[in-house]
């Protein structure tokens, strides 16, 4: 009885399954991965969403929209802070969350401004390049959480989906600007290494740092950021007397509109931020974590097919498949 009461308290620090000889922080990998799935899904929504907000008569310009979401979601954050004090008393990170501000304003914003140069559909597979950027940047700047090689692979499998995905929708264009297409696409890179940035160091960040708060000084940080974009549009347009891109009249007083902004802002905005950080903490590899966070444009697709009516090609169906596949291959342990 005395040996078996030892073996049980040696066996006890390895946290084994009972049905298997598997760790049970194994588990914790596809609560990650199910957390990632579910954060994919929001922002295929917002894709959608902002569609409907851009269909609307007299739309709000890029700063004024990610401006107004902002707010919204940092307003979205203050009942879960309130709830979140009086349980915990851990301080925010500011200089942590003004990081996650920089990386995250970089990629909408570079996005935004490559978008006014490049087709949609090619500037959506430029941005999600960010999948095949993570693993270098992941190398680069922590060199000890170096992805595995099956990442590399899933990474690129991952590309060659989104390419199905995005040229499915490819339109020919008009312009001959070759020099604004080139200024275009070295942006939208830009945007993607921001957007690989911001997941390389959440991953890190996640760890020691609770969701809440976090989040939400990060998008004080971002909401003040978005601010400073329109306004500084607002004195550009007024010293070059380029005509105002919102008509202030009009989309402040659209009900619809502002129904569209808050679910932008409380789905994809204060839940996705709080799911994503929860998901890479318990995932830990950033790699992997882009990869599952690739399926958005999969959930764009079906949802546009499904609420907007929107025929899927079959590249676009063979696209889906490879980003999927791509997903549960770099899920092999």
């Not at 199905?164 to 200024?183: C, D, F, M």
Request: glycine residues 6%; proline residues 6%; hydrophobic residues 45%.
């Amino acid at each position: 009885m005395q040996q078996q009461e030892e073996c049980k308290d040696e066996e006890t620090p390895l946290l084994l399954s009972p049905t298997t000889s598997t760790p049970i922080q194994h588990h914790h990998s596809w609560d990650g991965r199910g957390w990632l799935l579910g954060v994919a899904f929001l922002y295929g929504t917002l894709n959608v969403t902002l569609r409907s907000i851009y269909a609307q008569p007299h739309p709000p310009s890029a700063a004024a929209l990610s401006t107004s979401r902002g707010w919204l979601a940092v307003l979205c954050f203050l009942p879960l802070l309130w709830r979140r004090q009086k349980t915990h008393t851990t301080a925010p990170q500011h200089r942590q969350a003004l990081e996650l501000a920089v990386w995250n304003f970089g990629a909408q914003g570079l996005a935004n401004i490559g978008l006014l140069t490049v087709p949609s559909a090619r500037a959506a597979f430029l941005t999600q390049t960010s999948v095949v950027w993570t693993p270098f940047l992941s190398c680069l700047v922590h060199p000890d959480h170096r992805p595995q090689r099956h990442h590399w692979w899933a990474s690129l499998v991952c590309l060659c989906g989104l390419g199905l995905l995005s040229l499915s929708h490819e339109t020919p264009t008009t312009s001959h600007n070759h020099n604004s297409h080139a200024y275009g696409h070295v942006l939208l890179l830009l945007a993607a290494g921001c957007w690989s940035m911001y997941i390389v160091r959440l991953s890190i960040l996640s760890v020691g740092h609770e969701e809440v708060s976090l989040q939400a000084c990060k998008n004080v940080y971002l909401a003040t950021l978005y601010s400073l974009w329109w306004l500084l549009q607002s004195v550009w347009e007024k010293t070059t007397a380029t005509p105002p891109s919102d008509v202030t009249s009009s989309w402040y007083s659209h009900p619809i509109l502002w129904c569209l902004l808050l679910y932008s802002a409380l789905g994809p905005g204060t839940v996705a931020d709080i799911g994503q950080q929860h998901g890479q903490s318990l995932l830990k590899d950033a790699t992997e974590s882009n990869v599952w966070l690739s399926l958005e444009p999969v959930f764009t697709a079906m949802l546009g097919y499904f609420l907007l009516k929107e025929p899927l090609s079959w590249a676009e169906v063979g696209g889906g498949a490879l980003v999927v596949s791509a997903a549960l291959w770099s899920s092999v342990v």
